[in-house]
């Protein structure tokens, strides 16, 4: 009975419901589409992601040649390093520079940064809970993890679309092919300038920066996110505003009829009262005798009859 009356209430009130319906549909469409500078523009949580793999090597390519685990071990701490590296802001601002967008927009977290995920940390900082804050507005991001003793660097990119987490994965390959010449470049300069040892050792079988070289394990590979929940948003934002719509509308009108209804009841109470005590007590009643004077009744309700004159025998 509550349902049919709930119902009957949103029926009686067609233009509430229409508004209802109007608002909801807003909604539903807000969530898929947005108003800009350039006009109406889809909207989509759907995001970009790619990833990739990085092998930090020797000339003489592990892969082929072998190492040792020294020498394995010594790729591996390098890695991490570089993986560090590539979340730097200089880093940041190459990679920005080489697909053409804004330095601010993306965001880079390395396998030694905080918040990331990769490794058990203590209690965040509170000024990795900010950083954590204001990269939450940013459309690319870069996450680099380097596991401990491997030699590989795993990019993780994400940005608007497929084609620029594609790129930003790349240019992170780029980036780091770009910062270890540099690094052979300063070491051979740093080299010249040395006098020559008087006795030279044996050359460890750790390689030094010179011998280091990097290897994309094949192209980046990525694909679409959240790209199915775009519909389901949008039904559940209709929902929830024509539902709450609803509620409201039906609870108000139970509140206002209850108002209503308990100021009546006030108004007739104060009636009563007032009538009650304006109204006189009521008269005795009176019945009319045979001779047409009144007489009043008694206490048991019957009249007093006036006796005539006693007869008296013949």
């Not at 570089?82 to 990679?95: C, G, K, M, P, T």
């Not at 401990?148 to 608007?160: C, F, L, R």
Request: glycine letters at 10%.
């Amino acid at each position: 009975m509550e349902i049919v009356g709930f119902v009957r209430t949103l029926l009686q009130r067609k233009l509430v419901l229409g508004i209802l319906l109007a608002l909801a549909t807003l909604a539903a469409l807000g969530t898929a589409f947005k108003i800009g500078p350039d006009g109406i523009e889809k909207r989509s949580i759907s995001v970009g992601a790619a990833t990739s793999q990085i092998l930090v090597d020797s000339a003489e390519s592990t892969l082929v040649e072998g190492a040792g685990t020294d020498q394995i071990a010594a790729l591996g701490t390098r890695a991490r390093v570089y993986a560090q590296y590539l979340s730097s802001r200089d880093a940041v601002n190459q990679i920005a520079e080489q697909i053409g967008v804004d330095p601010l927009l993306i965001t880079a977290r390395g396998p030694f940064s905080e918040g990331t995920g990769i490794q058990d940390y203590d209690q965040q900082g509170a000024e990795s809970r900010a950083r954590d804050l204001v990269d939450e507005g940013k459309e690319y991001r870069l996450v680099y993890e380097a596991q401990e003793d491997v030699p590989i660097i795993t990019v993780y990119a994400t940005g608007p679309k497929t084609e620029q987490a594609l790129l930003l994965a790349q240019a992170s390959f780029d980036v780091l092919e770009g910062y270890i010449s540099q690094l052979k470049v300063a070491a051979r300069k740093a080299e010249q300038k040395l006098p020559p040892p008087k006795n030279p050792t044996s050359t460890s079988s750790v390689p030094l920066v010179e011998n280091i070289v990097v290897r994309e394990l094949g192209a980046p590979e990525g694909g679409i996110v959240g790209g199915n929940a775009d519909l389901v948003l949008m039904v559940l934002a209709f929902l929830a505003v024509f539902g709450i719509g609803c509620i409201a509308v039906a609870a108000g009108s139970g509140f206002m009829r209850h108002w209503r209804l308990a100021g009546e009841m006030e108004r007739l109470g104060a009636e009563a009262d007032d009538w009650l005590r304006d109204t006189p007590p009521p008269a005795p009643k009176t019945k009319r005798a045979t001779n047409g004077k009144a007489v009043p009744e008694r206490s048991n309700g019957k009249a007093e009859r006036k006796r005539g004159p006693a007869k008296t025998g013949s």
